[in-house]
């Protein structure tokens, strides 16, 4: 199954309880990162619980393994159901997000490249392969990689085996739902559904890629 994951990135309560409330039919899981909790606060989730999608909390958690946990903590204490931090800190961070994510029955997913242009300045040149491999060893549930470039994406695909793939870049930053979605788990959207007039109609677009639907 291919999901359909709605970044949330817009800046007010009101705004982000009405865009799920549209988009909710055609899509999966909803993420929302610092726009919105700077915006709003962490309770953010608790209001957006209601619509019954799992919260991704995108906050690229790049600390020293404690804060890390803590970080995690406050996430799972919450109502997420998963969190996302960065893979280039190396494994004693991302063990501690990984492990707290399992202790709290949550899941863990792993930055290994980004999808904006400047990405390749470090993550090119092996560095996004080594996170791929740490990203086994830390036993963490998946990797977020690039729809932007598919055929990274592709590579990384070889060397995490079944580890779900969840990919932003669709829409606002070129990427091309055909050319990725067959090889990643979850297609994240979001200016092409929030910034839309019509959100549904603009999320109902995507949920072909939902296989099986
Ligand atoms: O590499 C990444 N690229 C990326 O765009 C990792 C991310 N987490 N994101 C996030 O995905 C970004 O912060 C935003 O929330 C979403 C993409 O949004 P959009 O470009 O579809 O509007």
Known sequence: MTEIILALDVMKKDKAVSIVQKAAPYIDKVKIGYPLVLAEGLGIAEILSEYKKPLIADFKVADIPNTTRLIAEEVFSRGFSAIICHGFVGHDSVRACVETAHENMGEC????????????????GGVAERIAELVCEAGADGIIAPATRPERTAVLRSLIGNKKILSPGVGAQGGDPDAIAGIVDGIIVGRAIYESSDPAAAARQYSCFRTGI
Do not use: C, R
């Open 109 to 124: 997913y792993v930055v290994t490249e980004m999808s904006h242009p400047g990405a390749v300045d470090f993550f090119h």
